[in-house]
């Protein structure tokens, strides 16, 4: 399969003030597209959580890219529908979107709150829904690529007797299932427009500000976060195939033998 240029092609990532989100803004961009920055953060307000939307499209325009922040809610679909219209108003069409925003919501099944419970799924499973409802509309004609964040959270465990519990994942990993399974329904049904969905998941935990946030000490933060920048660059290896291309879980195992065809 041959590869396409994302040269001139509009692409919105969610959840792109810091960490994965800001990685991938900056790849997309870096190949050519021109990147919507979507996410809540506007200005810093806790030192462990680092990064607006406005300082990734600073950093983006520096490097000679072409980004436009975008405050987006992933728990309110107005706010959803309304970052699809203001990318179409800005740049004309959409092609790429990656579904990145995401939480993970701490206890379980006794300790669990009801109202985290809402949160997760809301930010988790609702928003990239209607992010990809809003979009594709935009995305018929022309075709393009939906990508979804997943993570290796989703597997299945089995059948049990365990060694152990699996703690942190029971909720975060239910939801990512449903991501994928989505995501797979999606590619089906949308294959016919030319439009290819696929999930980028990862394996393991990369430390980013959100990941360690709970763990890091608000009076003197740790500031030495992960470096992204392989999913970036992957979310580029993934928007560059053609359409056939469609219906993958692409694990970053995986993927990092293929990242030398991405320069």
């Known amino acids: ?16 003030s810091r960490g994965i989100g800001e990685a991938i803004a900056h790849s997309l961009a870096r190949d050519g597209a021109k990147v919507v920055v979507a996410a809540r953060t506007e200005q810093v307000n806790d030192p462990r959580l680092p990064g607006t939307i ?3 499209a600073e950093a983006i325009e520096a490097e000679g890219g072409t980004a436009l922040p975008v405050v987006t809610n992933m728990r309110d679909p107005e706010s959803i529908y309304g970052c699809v219209e203001k990318t179409v108003e800005e740049f004309g069409s959409v092609d790429i979107v990656v579904n990145n925003a995401a939480i993970l919501v701490p206890g379980d099944i006794e300790t669990v709150q009801d109202r985290h419970i809402d949160l997760m799924w809301q930010v ?24 979804n964040v997943s993570s290796g959270a989703a597997i299945f465990p089995g059948p049990g007797p ?12 239910m939801v990512k299932a449903g991501l994928e399974r989505f995501t797979q329904g999606l590619a089906m049904d949308l294959q016919k427009y030319r439009i290819a969905c696929n999930v ?10 959100g990941n360690i946030f709970a763990q890091n000490d608000p009076e003197n933060p740790n500031l030495d976060f992960d470096d992204a920048d392989w999913m970036g660059r992957a979310a580029v290896w993934i928007s560059r195939q053609p359409a056939e291309y469609t219906g993958h879980i692409v694990f970053d195992h995986t993927m990092r033998y293929w990242l030398e065809d991405i320069d």
């Open 162 to 173: 365990y060694d152990d519990e699996g703690v942190g994942g029971l909720f975060y990993g």
């Open 54 to 56: 406005y300082s990734v």
């Open 200 to 209: 980028l998941s990862l394996g393991y935990v990369i430390h980013t500000p």
């Open 1 to 16: 399969m041959s590869e396409q240029q994302l040269e001139g092609k509009v692409a919105i990532v969610t959840g792109a």
């Open 124 to 147: 988790d499973m609702r928003g990239p829904v209607l992010m990809c409802k809003a979009a594709v509309p935009h995305m018929k004609e022309n075709g393009g690529h939906l990508i």
